[in-house]
């Protein structure tokens, strides 16, 4: 059973791996200014608390974390890779232990084939440890963390949101920085306090007219025969995967249409697991307002798997065409969990999770970017990471100051004034003038007449403004940038030297 879980961990980080390295200087911290961004890859986790019976789903959690050194106005800030030697720590403030919360590890063997020590997870990792990384990413990773939802103050209390201490330190133990992200758990799998089954026993009686289901085995795993991607299992040939069977069973009479369908088995009424500015938006009368308006009735979650839809790895996705569009999309293929973005850092680093996408209605998510920025939600602070706030389009293009002149003069004409410095070899300034407000678009083509990259692409009122092109990123010669404003064209040569 450790294949299968190792299986799940490669399926989910190869994709992910496909990452080069520039060179890095070595970590000084007396000088270098660093900050650590943690998150969640899902929204929420499921766990069963009583294994006795029957396991949906284990307590596993996972925390991932990107380490960057700050940027100034003559670096671009970097996102340390393994060879740097920094290494990242996870913990849980008053969440020290789970056996006695939850009777898992009394059944973990028989449920999985692993004895596993008292409070480590499946993966191999514990409630606090220090994260995995490697040549190959640009992320440090903890999986399976076996978390409950039961601080230890307060045992009997569910707590689904609480907050990881996160803390990177160079290769001699040096602290870095520190930062707290939400590591979240619930534990409401209402199959019987929905009032829908009178007990689990119930269930398992329910199916024991199926070949080869035997209750005497119990507690009984239900992905050992239903392929299960969460959990990595096979399953049986023939038989439905587990997410198939769930949401085709019930579809047909928990159909009412509402949010409440899904909060039957997701959590929940308690928990409230979509709790994200897209939640907030359709209660103040946007357009998405419960979970069938991304993923469909809970009939079509199971009938679009019976059809070919692979459970947990086929979902809805920012980048539809109804949705954000092509600017705010995954990477092709990939996941939002899965994807990277601006300067390859994960899309969760600035957004936080599926389902948890900031500002967020639970304070716990929003810890984070308050800590970085002052103020909650998407992480857009361009100084943050880069120790000023640059003049050329950052993230999906966005850029708070690229846009704003840099004086109040009114100019005569449209052009392009002498970049500085020229040669250029980290970054140059390009100024130029826009007589009569317009459509105005930048673009730096090679000598081929490819475009290399485009530094504005706004309707500009009349003003002096400065662009800034990063040359560090591209090969040294000779290339070419073009001012057009509503079709009317300047010119003029940049020299790049490394
Ligand atoms: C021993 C193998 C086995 C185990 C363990 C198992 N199932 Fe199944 N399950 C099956 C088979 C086989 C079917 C029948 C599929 C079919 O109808 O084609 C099935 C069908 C189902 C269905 C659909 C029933 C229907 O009437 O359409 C549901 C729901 C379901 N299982 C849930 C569970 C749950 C929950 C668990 C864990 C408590 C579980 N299963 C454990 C083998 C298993
Ligand atoms: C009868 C209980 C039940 C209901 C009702 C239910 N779910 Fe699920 N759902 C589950 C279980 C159990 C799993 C976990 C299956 C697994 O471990 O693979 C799951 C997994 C999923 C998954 C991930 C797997 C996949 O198919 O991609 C999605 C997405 C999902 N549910 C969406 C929904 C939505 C949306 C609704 C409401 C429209 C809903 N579910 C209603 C029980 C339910
Ligand atoms: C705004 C669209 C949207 C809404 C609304 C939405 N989801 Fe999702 N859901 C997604 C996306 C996107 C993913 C894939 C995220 C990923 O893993 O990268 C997803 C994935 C899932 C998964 C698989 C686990 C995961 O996080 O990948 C489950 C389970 C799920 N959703 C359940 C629900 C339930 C239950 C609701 C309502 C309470 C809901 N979703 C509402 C977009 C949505
Ligand atoms: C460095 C931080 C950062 C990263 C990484 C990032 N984004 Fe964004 N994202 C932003 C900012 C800032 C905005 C607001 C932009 C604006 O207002 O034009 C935004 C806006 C969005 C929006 C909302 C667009 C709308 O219509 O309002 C979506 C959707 C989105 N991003 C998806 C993604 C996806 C998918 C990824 C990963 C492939 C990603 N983002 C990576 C910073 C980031
Ligand atoms: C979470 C950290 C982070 C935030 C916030 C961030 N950046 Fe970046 N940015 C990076 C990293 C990392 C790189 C990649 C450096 C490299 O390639 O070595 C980068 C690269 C860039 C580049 C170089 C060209 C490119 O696209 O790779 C520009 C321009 C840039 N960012 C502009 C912005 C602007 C404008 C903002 C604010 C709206 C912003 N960034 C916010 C981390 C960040």
Redesign the pocket.
């Known amino acids: 059973m450790k294949k299968l879980f190792a299986l799940l961990i490669i399926g989910i980080v190869i994709p992910l791996i496909l990452v080069s390295f520039?060179p890095v200087k070595p970590a000084n911290p007396e000088t270098d200014q660093y900050l650590v961004?943690a998150w969640n890859d899902l929204g929420m986790h499921c766990a069963n608390l009583d294994f006795s019976n029957m396991c949906i789903l284990p307590p596993y959690n996972n925390q991932k974390a990107h380490v960057?050194l700050k940027g100034d106005a003559s670096n671009?800030?970097?996102?340390m890779p393994h060879s740097s030697g920094i290494y990242v720590t996870y913990e849980i403030p008053g969440n020290t232990y789970s056996v006695g919360k939850t009777n898992f590890w009394t059944y973990s063997l028989h449920l999985f084939g692993v004895t596993l020590a008292p409070n480590m997870g499946l993966a191999g990792f514990g409630l606090t440890g220090t994260m995995l990384n490697a040549d190959t990413m640009n992320y440090h990773y903890a999986t399976g963390i076996p978390i409950t939802a039961f601080p230890d103050a307060t045992p009997t209390t569910s707590t689904p949101y609480q907050l990881t201490l996160i803390k990177a330190y160079t290769s001699t133990g040096t602290q870095l920085a520190s930062t707290q992200s939400v590591i979240p758990i619930s534990h409401e799998i209402s199959c019987v306090s929905s009032g829908c089954h009178s007990s689990e026993m119930a269930i398992l009686q329910a199916h024991e007219s199926v070949t080869g289901f035997n209750i005497a085995n119990k507690p009984i795993l239900c992905a050992t025969c239903h392929s299960d991607n969460a959990l990595g299992t096979p399953g049986h040939a023939g038989t439905p995967p587990f997410s198939q069977a769930i949401h085709q069973k019930h579809g047909s009479f928990i159909n009412t249409g509402t949010i409440a369908d899904c909060y039957k088995c997701h959590p929940g009424p308690n928990t409230q697991c979509w709790r994200d500015t897209m939640h907030s938006a359709g209660a103040a009368g946007g357009t998405v307002s419960k979970c069938q308006n991304c993923h469909g009735s809970v009939a079509n979650v199971g009938n679009t798997i019976a059809s070919g839809r692979n459970p947990w790895l086929q979902e809805p996705s920012c980048g539809a065409v109804s949705c954000h569009g092509s600017n705010y999309a995954e990477e092709p293929g990939k996941l939002f969990r899965q994807s990277k973005g601006?300067?390859?850092?994960f899309c969760s680093?600035?957004h936080s999770s599926p389902h948890a996408i900031l500002p967020s209605e639970r304070p716990e998510d929003n810890v984070q970017n308050i800590a970085l920025q002052g103020f909650a939600g998407t992480?857009?602070?361009?100084s943050?990471?880069?120790g000023y706030?640059?003049a050329?389009?950052?993230?999906h293009g966005?850029?708070?100051l690229g846009i704003k002149p840099v004086n109040g003069n009114i100019p005569s004409d449209n052009k392009l004034l002498v970049n500085y410095p020229n040669p250029a070899s980290f970054m140059t300034n390009i100024p130029y003038h826009i007589s009569t407000s317009g459509k105005v678009k930048i673009d730096i083509l090679d000598m081929n007449g490819k475009t290399i990259t485009t530094l504005v692409n706004n309707i500009l009122q009349a003003g002096e403004y400065k662009a800034?092109f990063?040359t560090s990123?591209v090969a040294p010669g000779t290339y070419l940038c073009y001012l057009n404003v509503d079709g009317i064209t300047d010119v003029r040569k940049i020299i790049v030297s490394h």
């Open positions: 520039r961004i960057i671009l800030p970097t996102i601006h300067g390859g850092l680093s600035c992480l857009k602070t361009c943050v990471c880069h706030t640059p050329a389009p950052g993230p966005y850029n708070p800034e990063y990123r």
